[in-house]
């Protein structure tokens, strides 16, 4: 069984930072790629920020320049760096790992989210 356990989210004021970490847990041979999402109240879930295991990113154009995706292939963990927050950065943050490896199988997972609030 796959777990994803994010952590570092919290209240900031705007323009302050957060870094957001996420780790998988299991049996895991391999994570082709690792993202963030973010759910934003009456909002549809959208992509933040993608990373492969070759190191390739892809980023929303309302973070560019803003956020950083990094991954430690070794632990299975993907990694947020968000600068220069704004209000509209606020959402509940979803960590996923596509085209997870594993003994049954290819599958894909999800995290449980963790809440990031940026507000004076």
């Known amino acids: 069984q796959v777990q994803l356990a994010e952590s570092g989210g919290g209240l900031v004021q705007p323009g302050g930072s957060l870094r957001l970490s996420c780790a998988a847990s299991g049996t895991i041979f391999s994570i082709y790629v690792m993202g963030w999402y973010r759910q934003a109240p009456g909002k549809q879930r959208e992509l933040v920020a993608s990373?492969?295991?070759?190191?390739?990113?892809n980023y929303a154009d309302s973070v560019k320049g803003r956020f950083t995706i990094s991954r430690d292939n070794a632990k299975n963990t993907v990694y947020l760096q968000m600068n220069s927050l704004k209000p509209e950065d606020t959402a509940v943050y979803y960590c996923k790992a596509d085209n997870t490896v594993t003994t049954t199988g290819v599958h894909d997972y999800w995290g449980q989210g963790t809440q990031v609030t940026v507000s004076s």
């Open positions: 990373i492969t295991s070759g190191g390739s990113t």
